[in-house]
Structure formats: structure tokens, C-alpha cells
């Protein structure tokens, strides 16, 4: 396991997103946003109250932690807020693979393109900087618009892993699956993101 990947401090950050580690980045904005319901409803957590938040909050940071997961806050630069989560988890470093998700935004977000930049920081990373071979995706079998948010993003659907996942009223739920792998990002890149790819450094 690469522990010194959990130790760093990563931020990723383009014109249009911020990524932080949640462990500089709770503020009362994200609570608000876990709060929704929509946003919870294919998951296994639940934030109907001030204790959920507590917990789900303590549970993010002790996954990087426990080396179990490296959470991020995004913030919109365009308007200067927090518009959500999002993770890089199921890390395996010797397969050189992991999984991008458990991204929710609050509902101002949804739709305005926040998600694609976001995306797009992560995979560069993932591909460019740490050298893995593949990242995939999983989603609720019911959640179509996370499934097309996906495959915006130039992935593969692969198939229905059935009852992948138990949510908070603890019913097995399915996910589809969809990934990236390393031979692809090249033109992926150039198809789907190439309006990142003009952009100047961040300052």
C-alpha cells in the first residue's frame, strides 16, 4: 500500500473547480447540500438529521485516515461556494486501479457543467500523475442521471453488478458499472475535456 499518497495534501484545481481534502474544506454550505434528500436517495447514508451529518462528516475524514479512501471537497470558482463531495476510493495500487465517486452537489450545481471539471481533474491525475491503469464507475441501476453524467465523461458501460450495494433502508440495491482505462485517456481527453486543455496554468 502507498501510505505516502494518503499523507499528501492534494489539491486539483482547473478555472472552473477547486478540489481540497474534506479535512480543510467543512463548511456549512456542504452541510446544507447533505441534507437534501435527492442527493442521498441512492446511497447508503442518510442525513435526516444533525447526528447523521456528524457521523457521515467523521466517517469521510477517517477514511483517508485509515488509508480507505482520499475525500475531496469541490468548490466553485465561478461562485466562490462549496458545491459538494466527491472521492477517489477502492484504491488498489499493486492492480493500479480505483473507483471515482460517491460526488454529490448541491441542487444550484447539478447541470451546470461543475461535474464534467471536476471529472476531469481527477482522471488527469489518476492517469497522469499516479500512472493507474484503469478507474471505473458505479451507479444505481435506477439513477439515470448519473449514468449519462458518466458517460459523458467517455466511459464504458460494462455490465450490472446485482445487489453491489445496501442502502440506508437496507435493501440490496444494483450498480452499473462503467470505467476508463489507461490506452483510452489520451483521446478521451482530446474528445471530451478539450476545453480544458487550453486553459493556462492556475495561479
Known sequence: ??????????????????????????????????????ITRYSGDRMKNEEDYENYIREMKQLRAMKQGYPFIVIDKNRG????????????????RLEIGWTWYGSEYRGTGINKACKYELLKYVFETMNFNRVQFSVDHENARSQKAVLKLGATQEGVFRHNYVNADGEGRDDVYFSIIQPEWKEIKERFFKEYLTQGPVV
Not at 6 to 12: F, N, S, T
Not at 18 to 31: A, Q, S
Not at 81 to 96: D, S, W
Open 81 to 96: 461556494g462549496v458545491a459538494g463531495t466527491t472521492r477517489l476510493g477502492n484504491i488498489h495500487f499493486g492492480n493500479k
Open 1 to 38: 500500500m502507498n501510505t505516502d499518497f494518503y499523507r499528501q495534501d492534494i489539491v486539483l484545481e482547473n478555472d472552473r473547480v477547486k478540489l481540497i481534502p474534506v479535512d480543510e474544506g467543512i463548511t456549512d454550505e456542504l452541510r446544507m447540500i447533505l441534507h437534501d434528500e435527492e
